[in-house]
């Protein structure tokens, strides 16, 4: 089909606090997400205390339960609104800090020490702050990433896992002229071509 509608479409970082400011986040879930607890075993693999990369995490609640599981949760989200609403919405402790080698951004940690959310943009992590991962979650970010930032995103992405790490993407299917997104329709043809 004709993804040609929504290639051009930019969706700004500032809109996106806008959205989490005027409570226009649909996206979010207060259900655990079904195609997580069904997958759950491919991303952990028989693996326990694993590393978990939730890009773009939003305050997504699949964190809390992986992190109870005894997972080491990693978020970045620009909003910071959303990182506030997520630990006081589970009763977390947490306490913040600079992220030194980023300009601007904050890294919130629960005390327990489980769960640290980046509030800064994904393209200012590399692998020499956040170290590298063991498994992804990837819901509502390859989908939320604008169409032309794409590549960019899935190097970022393969340059911050280990390699024997697993990576569970949802995409959405619907026809891109009807919608102008976000969530973008990815391609399957475009997600072989960026991630092999
Ligand atoms: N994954 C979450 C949120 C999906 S919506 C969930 O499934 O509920 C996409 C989120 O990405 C929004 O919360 C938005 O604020 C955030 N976001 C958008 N661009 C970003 C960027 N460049 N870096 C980090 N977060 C970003």
Same mark, same amino acid.
């Given at each position: 089909?004709?993804?040609?509608?929504?290639?051009?479409? &930019?969706?700004?970082?500032?809109?996106?606090?806008?959205?989490?400011?005027?409570?226009?986040?649909?996206?979010?879930?207060?259900?655990?997400?079904?195609?997580?607890?069904?997958?759950?075993?491919?991303?952990?693999?028989?693996?326990?205390?694993?590393?978990?990369?939730?890009?773009? /995490?939003?305050?997504?609640?699949?964190?809390?339960?992986?992190?109870?599981?005894?997972?080491?949760?990693?978020?970045?989200?620009?909003?910071?609104?959303?990182?506030?609403?997520?630990?006081?919405?589970?009763?977390?402790?947490? /306490?913040?800090?600079? =992220?030194?080698?980023?300009?601007?951004?904050?890294?919130?940690?629960?005390?327990?020490?489980?769960?640290?959310?980046? /509030? /800064?943009?994904?393209?200012?992590?590399?692998?020499?702050? =956040?170290?590298?991962?063991?498994? &992804?979650?990837?819901?509502?970010?390859?989908?939320?990433?604008?169409?032309?930032?794409?590549?960019?995103?899935?190097?970022?992405?393969?340059?911050?896992?280990?390699?024997?790490?697993?990576?569970?993407?949802?995409?959405?299917?619907?026809?891109?002229?009807?919608?102008?997104?976000?969530?973008?329709? =990815?391609?399957?043809?475009?997600?072989?071509?960026?991630?092999?």
């Amino acid at each position: 089909s004709d993804v040609g509608s929504q290639k051009e479409r &930019v969706v700004t970082e500032e809109e996106w606090l806008q959205k989490w400011e005027m409570g226009n986040i649909g996206f979010h879930k207060e259900q655990r997400h079904p195609l997580l607890q069904k997958y759950l075993d491919v991303l952990l693999n028989g693996r326990s205390g694993l590393r978990i990369f939730f890009p773009l /995490c939003g305050k997504a609640v699949d964190m809390k339960w992986l992190a109870d599981m005894g997972h080491s949760v990693i978020g970045v989200e620009v909003s910071e609104q959303a990182v506030k609403e997520f630990f006081s919405e589970h009763s977390l402790p947490y /306490c913040e800090e600079p =992220v030194p080698e980023i300009s601007g951004a904050k890294m919130f940690q629960s005390t327990s020490g489980n769960i640290s959310l980046y /509030c /800064c943009s994904i393209y200012d992590l590399s692998s020499s702050i =956040v170290g590298k991962f063991d498994g &992804v979650w990837d819901r509502g970010a390859l989908v939320a990433v604008n169409p032309r930032d794409r590549q960019r995103y899935a190097s970022l992405m393969f340059s911050l896992v280990e390699k024997n790490s697993s990576y569970l993407l949802v995409t959405v299917s619907y026809d891109p002229n009807k919608h102008k997104g976000p969530p973008f329709y =990815v391609p399957d043809s475009e997600i072989k071509s960026l991630f092999g």
